[in-house]
């Protein structure tokens, strides 16, 4: 399932927003097993630089370097709106060829909703569904930005979780969240640290 020994890695990295160079001279490598919290106040460019490490924002400077497959969670679930949510799912899952739909779908607490359209589907019930989508990519990178959100005590439980044995199996996740996540080990990166000093956060 896993990449043999998969990285993540910035070296020197500096990403800018409009006229506003939000971070600069960051880096880190994450190998298999590790995970890291990114934190920093709204604005500060914890998207951004998930965006940058995804391959989808060009950085101002510096260089990201990935071995193995991406799995990406944000705010899009990537879900057809119009398909009952079993069948949206089970679109990618063929795709990724997942034999374990059903346990996904139960470990998301998403059986009872299979049959609901996914644009009636509320805030976190969308978010547990992008999370199956996520799983059943068994990528060995993920990326995961603001998890938590919108998602009640058990279910912020079950990503915590999901993160552990995700990372337990040699897998790596770096996750911007403004809420703390309980895995052991989980080392942090607190983005404002990188922030140029001539400039105000809310600028
Ligand atoms: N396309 C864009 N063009 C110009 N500025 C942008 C663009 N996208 C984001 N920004 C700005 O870049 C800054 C960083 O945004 P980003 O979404 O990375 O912050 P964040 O740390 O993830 O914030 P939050 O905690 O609110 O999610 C913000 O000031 C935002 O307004």
Redesign the pocket.
């Known amino acids: 399932m896993q990449a043999l020994s998969p990285v993540l890695s910035a070296h020197d990295l500096a990403?800018?927003?409009?006229d506003?160079l939000?971070f600069r001279r960051l880096s880190f490598t994450l190998g298999a097993g590790a995970a890291c919290h990114?934190t920093?106040?709204?604005?500060?460019?914890?998207?951004?630089?998930?965006?940058a490490l995804a391959g989808l924002t060009m950085p101002y400077a510096g260089e990201v370097r990935r071995e193995g497959a991406l799995g990406l969670l944000d705010e899009r679930t990537g879900l057809d709106p119009d398909l009952p949510l079993g069948r949206a799912l089970a679109f990618w899952f063929a795709l990724d060829g997942v034999v374990e739909a059903d346990a996904i779908m139960t470990r998301l607490r998403l059986d009872a909703l299979a049959e609901v359209p996914v644009r009636y589907l509320s805030t976190g019930q969308k978010k547990r569904a992008a999370l199956a989508r996520m799983v059943g990519q068994q990528a060995p990178i993920w990326l995961l930005?603001?998890p938590l959100s919108g998602l009640d005590t058990a279910s912020q439980g079950l990503v915590s979780a999901l993160v552990r044995e995700h990372c337990t199996g040699g897998g790596i996740a770096l996750i911007?969240s403004?809420q703390p996540l309980n895995v052991p080990g989980m080392t942090s990166l607190a983005?404002e640290d990188y922030a140029p000093a001539d400039q105000d956060?809310?600028?």
């Open positions: 990403c800018r927003r409009g506003r939000l990114v920093g106040a709204n604005g500060a460019g914890k998207t951004t630089l998930i965006r930005d603001e911007a403004h983005i956060e809310d600028a």
